[in-house]
């Protein structure tokens, strides 16, 4: 017997996936049928962590409706429109794009500000992209314990760049538990990517959270300070508490999808409510006469630093975007 479902995916591991129709936690195995290739995407993966997926099952015999042969894979047939999705390029000249997860409720951008040094143009990437599908973010500053006494003045820095563009900064350690119960507490009855460079803890952090969930904890290398790969698989993990978190593998690169040289910009909350007193539109911020964003950031309104993030998206147009 044969039975037909809705379902939502919860792990991701090539072609081969585990559903389960939330809010009940339940996994089972699927795989797809045959090719699917979602409307105008080029996206290496037509299935995402988050996505909802129509499914065809089959039934043990003699077996009630809803018990699943777990011997046999569901075929994903296939994939619901999202509400949102992030998206990157591989930081290589290649047009691939590859889905990292879809129908966020709010994205955890996980840095460190050392262990490994934070890269702010990587950073502000993830954030143009959550802003262009309208995804919350929060940006969680980890492993103040490691290094807050000696760099008080760089997190503040560091705070007052990002919350003057309007993010939420959010201080944790997984040591003292410092925003651990914070983050538990948001995350219950929602859908959250936790996300960032390899390295800055996003797993150990997860672990906090939830004691019982097991994602791969890393380390870093000695010798070159930078973060090892650790979760290689896309995975959603039910938080005891409440919510969902979806754990993404740790990134080293961020390119840009699908956006317009012009369109950048928009993306840039603080660049965005200047641009309108901009003596010419559009604007590309950068050479004309009479321009709000760069009067801004000569007098300090506006981070030289966020600045320096938006020309190098704008310079390196045809190795970071399609």
Same mark, same amino acid.
């Given at each position: 017997?044969? /039975?037909? =479902?809705?379902?939502?995916?919860?792990?991701? $591991?090539?072609?081969?996936?585990?559903?389960?129709?939330?809010?009940?936690?339940?996994?089972?195995?699927?795989? #797809?049928?045959?090719?699917?290739?979602?409307?105008? %995407?080029?996206?290496?993966?037509?299935?995402?962590?988050?996505?909802?997926?129509?499914?065809? $099952?089959?039934?043990?015999?003699?077996?009630?409706?809803?018990? @699943?042969?777990?011997?046999?894979? $569901?075929?994903?047939?296939?994939?619901?429109?999202?509400?949102?999705?992030? &998206?990157?390029? %591989?930081?290589?000249?290649?047009?691939? %794009?590859?889905?990292?997860?879809?129908?966020?409720?709010?994205?955890?951008?996980?840095?460190?500000?050392?262990?490994?040094?934070?890269?702010?143009?990587?950073?502000?990437? @993830? *954030?143009?992209?959550?802003?262009?599908?309208? &995804?919350?973010?929060? /940006?969680?500053?980890?492993?103040?314990?490691?290094?807050?006494?000696?760099?008080?003045?760089?997190?503040?820095?560091?705070?007052? /760049?990002?919350?003057?563009? =309007?993010?939420?900064? #959010?201080?944790?350690?997984?040591?003292?538990?410092?925003? +651990?119960?914070? #983050?538990?507490?948001?995350?219950?009855?929602?859908?959250?990517?936790?996300?960032?460079?390899?390295?800055?803890?996003?797993?150990?952090?997860?672990?906090? @959270?939830?004691?019982?969930?097991?994602?791969?904890?890393?380390? &870093?290398?000695?010798?070159?300070?930078?973060?090892?790969?650790?979760?290689?698989?896309?995975?959603?993990?039910?938080?005891?508490?409440? =919510?969902?978190? /979806?754990?993404?593998?740790?990134?080293?690169?961020?390119? #840009?999808?699908?956006?317009?040289?012009?369109?950048?910009?928009?993306?840039?909350?603080?660049? *965005?409510?200047? %641009?309108?007193?901009?003596?010419?539109?559009?604007?590309?911020?950068?050479?004309?006469?009479?321009? $709000?964003?760069?009067?801004? +950031?000569?007098?300090?309104?506006?981070?030289?630093?966020?600045?320096?993030?938006?020309?190098?998206? *704008?310079?390196?147009?045809?190795?970071?975007?399609?």
């Amino acid at each position: 017997m044969t /039975i037909k =479902g809705s379902a939502t995916v919860v792990k991701n $591991a090539g072609s081969h996936f585990l559903l389960s129709e939330l809010p009940e936690w339940a996994p089972f195995p699927a795989v #797809l049928k045959g090719k699917i290739r979602l409307r105008g %995407s080029t996206a290496t993966n037509p299935v995402a962590v988050g996505d909802v997926v129509d499914y065809e $099952a089959r039934i043990p015999d003699g077996a009630s409706a809803d018990a @699943i042969d777990l011997g046999n894979p $569901a075929l994903i047939c296939a994939v619901r429109d999202r509400k949102n999705h992030v &998206i990157r390029k %591989s930081t290589n000249l290649s047009r691939q %794009s590859h889905v990292i997860a879809a129908n966020i409720d709010m994205a955890y951008i996980v840095i460190s500000l050392y262990f490994p040094e934070i890269k702010l143009p990587f950073l502000d990437r @993830i *954030l143009v992209t959550c802003e262009v599908y309208g &995804i919350p973010v929060t /940006i969680v500053m980890n492993k103040t314990d490691l290094y807050r006494a000696e760099a008080q003045e760089q997190i503040n820095r560091f705070r007052d /760049i990002y919350e003057a563009a =309007g993010y939420r900064v #959010l201080e944790t350690s997984v040591m003292t538990r410092e925003g +651990v119960g914070e #983050l538990r507490e948001e995350i219950a009855g929602k859908v959250c990517l936790f996300s960032g460079e390899s390295g800055v803890g996003k797993s150990s952090l997860i672990k906090a @959270i939830d004691p019982s969930l097991d994602p791969k904890v890393g380390r &870093i290398s000695d010798v070159h300070l930078q973060g090892m790969h650790t979760t290689s698989l896309y995975e959603m993990y039910r938080v005891g508490s409440g =919510g969902y978190i /979806i754990d993404t593998p740790g990134l080293r690169g961020f390119g #840009l999808v699908s956006l317009e040289r012009e369109e950048i910009a928009l993306y840039f909350p603080e660049m *965005l409510k200047l %641009s309108e007193q901009c003596r010419f539109a559009p604007c590309t911020h950068t050479h004309e006469p009479g321009c $709000a964003v760069k009067e801004a +950031v000569d007098e300090g309104r506006i981070s030289p630093e966020r600045y320096a993030s938006y020309l190098g998206m *704008l310079e390196e147009d045809s190795k970071f975007r399609q």
